[in-house]
């Protein structure tokens, strides 16, 4: 089902949105537009290498929604769409239209983002299900950071943290070309994107840090995941306390 028949959205609205900027806490549809990214300038790559640092603990203050949507794009952003690139080959499947911030093995994108707000203007505290094609946000229902954090073995950053970026895996959809190789290729993408994310939360003087040690079933539990999307890691992400 697309996101415009399941939002009562149509695409041309969502298009349009998109493309002037706009971010829409929708009253007649729970499809929240995440201000346009900014895919230019701001610190240097470099220094963000140079100055990344895992961070665990966080000042009390809010992000805003222009933060998280550029987190969100850095990790799992579509930047590009149209025809297939030059030099795509037709034995590698069907292009499927778009090109992401991350890498992906045969443009699979085998990765589900989601968020946990906990403190972010503009938005209910809440978990939320990043759709990259949109740059949108739909609302999948109440979490608590603190059972998250229980899930992660107790870690305080999970519920320091105003927002919480958590990836999971479709392993069948990486499976389908890649078979047994599947779960090393999606296991590499997640570092991709996770590696974006803390670069871009540096470049903008914010902080993060990535979190493997968890129970799976639990955090599937607490998140209310589909089945088929494994959680792969925890990225607790706010401004950098002292
Ligand atoms: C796969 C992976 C899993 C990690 N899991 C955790 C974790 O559960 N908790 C945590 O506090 N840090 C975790 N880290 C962060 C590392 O502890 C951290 O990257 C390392 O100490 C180096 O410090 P730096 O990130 O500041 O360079 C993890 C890092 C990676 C790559």
Excluded at 69 to 81: C, F, K, N, S
Excluded at 87 to 111: I, K, Q, V
Excluded at 142 to 147: D, F, G, P
Excluded at 172 to 195: C, F, L, N
Aim: aromatic share 6%.
């Amino acid at each position: 089902m697309s996101l415009s028949l399941r939002f009562g959205r149509t695409t041309a609205a969502l298009a349009a949105s998109i493309l002037s900027g706009e971010a829409v806490l929708a009253q007649e549809s729970p499809v929240i537009l995440l201000p346009a990214p900014t895919t230019a300038g701001g610190a240097p790559l470099t220094r963000a290498l140079a100055e990344r640092r895992s961070v665990r603990t966080f000042q009390d203050a809010p992000l805003t929604l222009a933060e998280v949507g550029q987190l969100l794009w850095a990790a799992q952003g579509v930047t590009q769409t149209g025809p297939a690139p030059a030099g795509w080959r037709s034995e590698w499947g069907a292009w499927s239209g778009g090109g992401r911030t991350a890498p992906s093995a045969g443009a699979l994108y085998p990765l589900e983002t989601y968020l946990l707000a906990t403190s972010v203007d503009g938005l209910e505290p809440g978990l939320y299900h990043y759709v990259p094609g949109a740059h949108a946000l739909e609302p999948t229902g109440a979490c608590s950071s603190r059972k998250l954090a229980r899930a992660a073995l107790g870690q305080t950053a999970i519920t320091e943290a105003p927002a919480v970026v958590v990836f999971t895996g479709v392993y069948a959809r990486a499976a389908s070309k890649y078979e047994d190789r599947a779960p090393r290729y999606v296991h590499i993408e997640v570092g991709a994107a996770a590696e974006n994310l803390l670069l871009q939360a540096t470049a903008l003087g914010l902080g993060g840090v990535f979190t493997g040690a968890f129970r799976d079933s639990a955090v599937t539990d607490v998140l209310g995941l589909p089945k088929d999307h494994a959680p792969l890691g925890i990225v607790p992400v706010g401004r950098p306390g002292g």
